[in-house]
C-alpha cells in the first residue's frame, strides 16, 4: 500500500478498548505516533501489534501538555499533521478528504467535523456543530496556551483550541467519536470537565467579548470564540442551551438518546454555574 505523507499524533491513556480501532483507521497514513501517559492496561501492546510506535509523556505540571510537546519533540517527517483522540476513527469519506486536502499548497489548515456517538446513536442533529482544527502543516499550528496550568489536572489540551498561521479551509468527511464507555464513565467526565469550566470562566468573563466581526469570518474557530463570549453573560444559560441544542439544533430527532444528550448538557451548564458560584463564595469567605 502507498502510504499518505502524513504524520499522525495519538494522545492516549488506558485506551485498551479504542486504540485497535483507532489505528486502523489511519493503517494508510505514513507516520503515527501514540503519545501515553503511563497506560496500565494493554494500550501500549496493542500500538507495538499493529506496528506504530509508543512514546510515553510525562507531565510536569506546566506547559506544554501532551500534544504540543509532541509537535515539539517527536522526529515528525511530513509536512502535515492529523490529531486523534484513541477514541475517534477516521472516516473512509475523511480519508479521501485528507488526501486531497495536503496536496493544496494555499492552506495551512482544516477543520474536520465529529461525528459523535452518544449512547449508541449518532447525535446527528443534537451535536453536529463539533468543527475542530486537528489538520495542519507542521510547523505552522498549535494549541493555545491559555495559562491554566493546576485548574484541571490533565496533561493533555482538552479545551485549548489548535491556532494555525496562515489561511484554514473545512473538509466534508467526518472524524467518528465513540469512546465504548459506559454513560456513568461519560458523566464522571463531564464532572471533571465542569470543574476546570468553572475556574475557566471566571477568567472569561473578564476578557473583552470579541468583534462582532469574527462572527462572519467564515472561521469556525472565531465565530465559536464569539457565541461563547456572548453566551457567558447571558443569564438562564442550561435553560438557553437545553433550548437550543433540543429544539433549534433540531436534537429531538436524535431519539430518546438526543433528549438524554440534550438534558445532560443542561445539567452540565449548571453544574458549571453552581460551580462559578462556588469559587465566588470561596472567594469572599
Not at 3 to 25: F, G, M, Q, W
Not at 61 to 79: H, Y
Not at 125 to 145: C, I, P, Q, T, V
Amino acid at each position: 500500500m502507498t502510504k499518505t505523507p502524513l504524520t499522525v499524533i495519538i494522545a492516549a491513556k488506558n485506551e485498551e478498548k479504542n486504540i485497535r480501532d483507532c489505528l486502523h483507521s489511519v493503517v494508510w497514513a505514513d507516520q503515527v505516533f501514540v503519545i501515553d501517559s503511563q497506560s496500565t492496561d494493554r494500550t501500549g501492546d496493542i500500538t507495538r501489534e499493529e506496528g506504530r510506535e509508543i512514546v510515553q509523556f510525562f507531565y510536569d505540571g506546566g506547559w506544554p501538555k501532551k500534544r504540543n510537546w509532541a509537535l515539539q519533540n517527536l522526529p515528525i517527517r511530513n509536512d502535515w499533521v492529523l490529531l486523534l483522540d484513541a477514541d475517534e476513527r477516521v472516516t473512509p469519506e475523511l480519508k479521501v478528504d485528507i488526501a486531497r486536502a495536503i496536496q493544496q499548497s494555499d492552506y495551512n489548515g482544516f477543520y474536520l467535523k465529529w461525528q459523535f456517538i452518544f449512547l449508541g446513536r449518532w447525535m446527528k442533529y443534537a451535536w453536529s456543530h463539533g468543527w475542530m482544527l486537528r489538520l495542519f502543516r507542521h510547523g505552522k499550528g498549535e494549541y493555545e496556551d491559555l495559562g491554566m496550568r493546576t485548574e484541571g489536572g490533565w496533561d493533555a489540551e482538552v479545551h485549548e483550541n489548535v491556532v494555525v498561521e496562515g489561511k484554514c479551509g473545512r473538509l466534508n468527511g467526518l472524524l467518528e467519536h465513540n469512546s465504548h464507555e459506559s454513560l456513568s464513565f461519560w458523566i464522571r467526565k463531564q464532572n471533571d470537565f465542569s470543574d476546570w469550566n468553572a475556574k475557566r470562566r471566571l477568567k472569561q468573563l473578564q476578557e473583552p467579548v470579541p468583534p462582532l466581526a469574527y462572527l462572519w469570518s467564515g472561521d469556525p474557530g472565531k465565530a465559536r470564540k464569539w457565541l461563547k463570549a456572548v453566551f457567558l453573560r447571558l443569564s438562564g444559560k442550561p435553560a438557553i442551551l437545553f433550548f437550543y441544542l433540543y429544539y433549534l439544533r433540531l436534537g429531538f430527532l436524535d431519539g430518546r438518546a438526543g433528549y438524554y444528550f440534550c438534558k445532560l448538557r443542561q445539567m452540565h451548564e449548571l453544574n458549571i454555574n453552581a460551580k462559578v458560584f462556588e469559587l465566588k463564595q470561596r472567594k469572599f469567605d
